[in-house]
């Protein structure tokens, strides 16, 4: 099987799931106990305002016929109003996701590459003192939450030391980059900005390490253990008879095979991240969409929800499938031997 | 893969006294069911051993508010002069509660749907089980939460209710695995052959050879389930303020930082505590069941 | 031969310590190969063939592994004290093994050539540089003497794509490339069919001739032994218990451990199938005192359950380490 169609099947299941996901976020959301029109326009909107909503948001026709419209207008970006700030849900999620992506993809980033390069090291160096220090850290790193990890660190580095600020993405005095992607880090760099960059980027560090400390530790771990298993195999013994220096050993031929599976949980960690990010967003007043979405959830906001979930979902959907492709070209046997030259 | 073993019952007292001898080989996995057992004594008798039980509920003492931690009050007092050492132990009355009744709810039907699944892989029951537990699994687990808690009222039932709905599918996700490997050994097809009825064949062959990872995995989700329960309840959708759920308290305390430090951070570390205790049970299971196969 | 051996073990002992305590698996062996000689290496499943040739490699995993005592001469200089440089050189282009398991022994995520690739860069070519495409040729050559067929689309696949044979095949392409002195085979062709393992004996035997290497054939089974060696090692239990030329080995077995080896059934496992020798191999954790064959042995006699038995020379190409065979010893 070609690599393009281990590709399409996956974006072929990935899209039934994901109209799969919009069906139950529908239907839970018609489930709940309430009337959309009546909650659009206020208590002491009169009568055939809330009728003639109603029929606009066809609300009076059969079920199926609503996922229709609704799942129509998703497509196209509309989420309807905001209960809470009465806007598009749509220019809200275009206001507040940039904020959560970047904090996203720098903790994924602390998460992957942190975790892989500390479980490397701690394997190179089984047993010793960096390898035990390591690996109490990661143990530590995995039990604790995110949330309380935030706390610890607003408090002692952004409280008690007052190393890095606390709150927002960017000082107050310095101008924001002109909008490209809206990840602040990124268009700075775009427009030349440095200082703009380096600001930004600190305020990022507390709550990116804070998101990614956990998954780090969970990589570090799998990392370890999975080099250490594979040093005992028959084929690195044979590699090293062979002649090939350790060096090479180590850097290359361990290297790639220990990677499968840290790589594979990568994807799992990336969904943990974003959930954990509702919080970390939460305690360093982050402006992102997480803490828009919580507190749409507070405060019933159904047309926040829906989209708030579903973004997600699809966000995580698209994470698994690059995912998948790395693994894939990690391991060949995977992409090779379904349906094919075996 | 595990291996498939008869379980004659005197055979099974042997093995249980050999797998306690494995696993008490392991020190941390020692200090993860002392931490365990520690936490569960508290949880249960909190009313007798906490200091100031009545703080648990709703009580004010502002003359005593704000205090740092003191020999009178280990852990300090809360803004409303509650002691918050007692309100911890209280609290792992929540978190073990939430704990214990979500994986009830979660495990049956989870390994039940993850039988069936893999006993009948291939066919359109197999695919539609599945199908629908890749659709749980596609939404970030804390987000699926917050999302069910919102649309209810916030309150502890409905988090558990909320947490209970995303957390069942890795049940069935692992038994599915193990489940969909064992049909192909050969004890099943031999069963199968004499006309043993399905049940049998699920509940009395292929069950007994995955409880090793459920009951490992069910250690190590203790402790998710706490951590998820805790920011659920920090968010204000879980345990609902006065009750000391660990996550509210925290949240409580965080308004107060600096300052006031002991108000969020020993409720954090007691979460820790908790938490590390039952992964460090969870992972000494493992090892134990993993040598068994060795 | 009036030149000295190209590899000589003298006296090697290893040992595992594991969580119940320490497998004195090695314990005491003696072992020598001269130039251009085909040796074989003979003994039941889990009396230590693998682990001392690992231990000649020095890839024993070395935090359970523990070599309390014995040096390994390779061209009169001790495996055990070499430096990582010198160790390197003697494992690219010294000695090399063929690992039991072809499957084990080639790493699932690399390509054919890849890893054939790395064997020839780093044991072939030395300390100098040489360019991909001539690293491509050799490898290509390399697969040749094999007789695997198409190389070049070979060199392309993954290890899994190909059948167990092949997979044998590469791995002594492996072994070979360039010019070794010393080729260890640890039971080649044993996990395959019967008909390829014999094609793969015979492609070794081949090999071996063509350029004169020396070969240490590992085996369980007399017959592939008789065919092929100069010289027959007879093991058990962690140390060497006969040694002869195989028509003196064959016509006049001494030790009662290989008589009983010969008058079992060919292929043996650990406890013997219809004529086999009564009793198994011992526990490395507590093996008995004096010779460790004595409680299986239906000759014993009072000394050997308290001494260990040497090398007694039986004649210029036959020696026993049976008390029997001693000086003034019953045996004779």
Redesign the interface.
Known sequence: MSFITFLVRRAIHSIFVVLGLSIVIFIISRIMPGDPARMAVGARAPEWVVDNLREQMHLTEPLHIQYYYWLRDALRGDFGISLVTRRPVADDIKEFFPATMELALLAGLINGAGGIILGTISAWHKDKWVDNVVRVISYLGVVTPSFIFAILFLLLFGMTLEWMPTMGRLSPSLPRPSIITGLITVDSLLAGDFAAFFDALWHLILPAVALGLGGMAQEARITRSTMSDNLTKDYIAAERSLGIPESVIMRSFLLKPSLIPTVSILGLDFAATLGNAFLVELIFNWPGISRYGINAMLRKDLNAISAVILILGVVFIVVNIMVDIIVARLDPRIQLRAGGSE | MVPAKPLASAKRMENLRRNWYKFSRNRMSILGLFTVLLVTFLAVFAPLVAPHPEHASAFVDFANASRPPSLEYPFGTDVIGRDILSRIFFGFRFSLGMGVIVLSLVVPPGVVLGLVAGYNQGTWLDTVIMRITDIFLAVPSLVLALAICSVLTPNLFNAMLAVSLMWWPWYARLVYGLASTLRNEFFVASAETIGASKFHILFREILPNCISPIFTKMSLDMGWVIIIGSALSFVGLGVQPPRPGLGTMVSDGSRYLPEQWWISIFPSLAIVLVVLGFNLLGDGLRDMFAAEEA | MSVGPLLDIKDLYVHFHV?GGTLKVLDGVNFTVYSGEKVGLVGETGCGKTTTM?AV?R?L?M?PARIPGGEIYFKGRDILKMG?EEL??V???G???V?Q?PT???????TIGQ?LG??VR??LAGGKRISRKEIHQRAVVALKEVALPDAERLLKN?P??LSGGMRQRV?IA??VAGSRELIVADEPGTSLDVSIQDQILRLLRRLVEEKNTSVILITHTLGVVREIADRVYVMYAGKMVEVATTEELFSRPLHPYTLGLMKAVPKLTGGGIADGIPGRIPDYLDPPGGCRFHPRCDRAMGVCRREKPWFYRVSDDHEVACFLYREGGKGK
Do not use: T
């Open positions: 969580f690992k490699l890839v995993p935090p990582a390197g050189r494992r690219g282009e000695i090399s093994m690992f398991d084990a022994a080639l790493n699932p995520v690399f890893q790395a064997v780093y044991s993954y899994f794509q791995c492996m072994a």
